[in-house]
Structure formats: structure tokens, C-alpha cells
């Protein structure tokens, strides 16, 4: 009872702080922050999305909860909105929703569906030119479809419109590319799903990445191997296994330690 007395309260406070604004607004709004309060910030979501991407590379949840903990720990101490905060917290959320539906765990994915959705509300009224988050909203949208079908009519056309929105605002994106390909890969052909017109996106997502040059070191850097295992499965989803073999290992060689990868990797290679 402590245990969810304290996270209740957590909660709270984390909801005020969203509510409350505040004079440093990453990339949302003007910065009154002194330089050693930004380096310091920095350094700290740096350290957070490092815990967290661990945690997804060798697919350990309790890493990747830890990294979403940080995350919201230095909301709570901001207490202000910041952008970069609230859509890293919000991917936290969305690995870990992947993560409950791998492990049969599904029940653990509506709160976190939830507070995703929350998460990038805020962002995207703190900066609503980030295409990124609206893919990152239409893939949580996507899970909410699979814990309650009846939905699927409503949510799809959000699922639609929000792709089309990320897709009109970062059109360069390799994340935005990344997020559709992937669910692409879950829809009905009659409706621009299958592996085909997900090939054509995580082709596109790949091309992106290789051109992709990160100055910022708080803006998103992730999904290259992701693009490659991916497009891997799709790829083997239409029986070419040979290209999936290949490409499951380009994903390696970005990422050696890829437990997504890894794992399809030796099921390719069991099939030949």
C-alpha cells in the first residue's frame, strides 16, 4: 500500500507539473535558464535515454522502467513543461508497451497507452512542428486497437490522420518513416498494410538514416538497427529469407548487442 500511495503521489505532482508551465520551455518556448542549468538538463536526459535505449537494445524491462523513472523524476524537479522531456517519457512508455505485448502481459499496456498519450499531448503544444510525435501517438493508438478491437473504425482513422500529419510536418524524418513502416507491417492490405507498402517505408527509413546527421545531443537519435531488423521482417514475411538474413545482420553490425535482431537472426538462419 505504500508502494502506490508514494507512486499516486508521484503522480500527482508530475501532473501539476505539466499543468504549470514554467519559464524553460525546450524547443516550445524561450529558455530563462542559465547555461549550467542547460548543460546540467543535458547531461541528465542524456543519462536517462542512455539507461533506456540499454534496457530496449538487450530487451530487460527493469532498465527500461528505470530509464522511464529518470525521465519523470526530472519532470517533477523542472517543474516546468518541457518538450524533450515529455517525448522522451512518452517513448519510455511506448518500448515498454511493446515490451508487455511480447510478454503476454497486456494488462500493463492500457495505463502506459494512456500516460503516453498524455505525454504527447504536452509536447505537441509545447512544440507542434515535431512531426516525431505524432508517429509515436499513432503507433500507442495502434496497441489501443489491439487490447479493445471494437475500437478499430475510430482509432484507425486517428491511427491515419495522425501519420498523415507527422508525415506533412517532418517529412525527413527517418523516426516518422521508422513508426509507420512498422505498423504498416500489422495493417490489412485493403487498407495500405502488408509487407509490400511496409517495404516501401522502412526502405525509405533506412535511405534517411544513412542521412541523418545529429547535432543536438538532447534531439532523437534512435531507430537505425530498428529500420534494419524491421525491414528484415518484412522481407521474410514474404519468404525472401536471404535478404532477411542479410539485413537482420546489418542490423547487428549497428548494434551488436540488438536482442530483437539476435533472436530473429538464429530463427532466419534454423529456416534455411
Request: some cysteine; glycine content about 8%; aromatic content about 8%.
Amino acid at each position: 500500500m505504500k508502494g502506490r500511495s508514494a507512486n499516486f503521489v508521484l503522480g500527482l505532482a508530475l501532473a501539476a507539473a505539466l499543468m504549470a508551465g514554467g519559464p524553460y520551455l525546450a524547443r516550445g518556448g524561450k529558455s530563462d535558464a542559465p547555461p549550467a542549468a542547460d548543460k546540467a538538463l543535458t547531461a541528465k536526459i542524456i543519462e536517462a535515454r542512455s539507461k533506456l535505449q540499454e534496457g530496449w537494445m538487450v530487451w530487460k524491462e527493469e532498465d527500461m522502467k528505470a530509464g522511464r523513472d529518470m525521465f519523470l523524476k526530472l519532470i517533477l524537479e523542472q517543474n516546468s513543461a518541457n518538450a524533450d522531456l515529455c517525448y522522451y517519457a512518452a517513448l519510455a512508455d511506448h518500448r515498454l508497451i511493446v515490451y508487455a505485448f511480447a510478454a503476454g502481459k497486456q494488462a500493463e499496456a492500457g495505463p502506459l497507452i494512456a500516460e503516453a498519450g498524455k505525454y504527447l499531448e504536452k509536447a505537441m503544444e509545447l512544440d507542434p512542428g515535431r512531426g516525431e510525435l505524432y508517429a509515436l501517438d499513432a503507433a500507442a493508438l495502434g496497441y489501443q486497437i489491439a487490447l479493445d478491437p471494437q475500437k478499430g473504425m475510430e482509432l484507425g482513422m486517428q491511427i491515419i490522420t495522425s501519420f498523415a500529419q507527422a508525415e506533412s510536418k517532418e517529412p525527413n524524418n527517418p523516426r516518422v518513416a521508422l513508426l509507420k513502416g512498422e505498423s504498416l507491417m500489422f495493417w490489412p492490405v485493403e487498407y495500405g498494410g502488408g509487407p509490400d507498402n511496409a517495404i516501401v517505408l522502412l526502405d525509405r527509413a533506412v535511405s534517411l538514416f544513412d542521412k541523418e546527421k545529429v547535432a543536438d545531443p538532447v534531439k532523437p537519435s534512435w531507430g537505425k538497427e530498428e529500420a534494419y531488423a524491421f525491414l528484415a521482417r518484412a522481407h521474410a514475411q514474404k519468404g525472401a529469407r536471404d535478404k532477411a538474413i542479410e539485413l537482420m545482420k546489418k542490423a547487428l553490425e549497428i548494434s551488436p548487442n540488438f536482442r530483437l535482431a539476435q533472436d530473429e537472426l538464429k530463427k532466419l538462419q534454423a529456416e534455411k
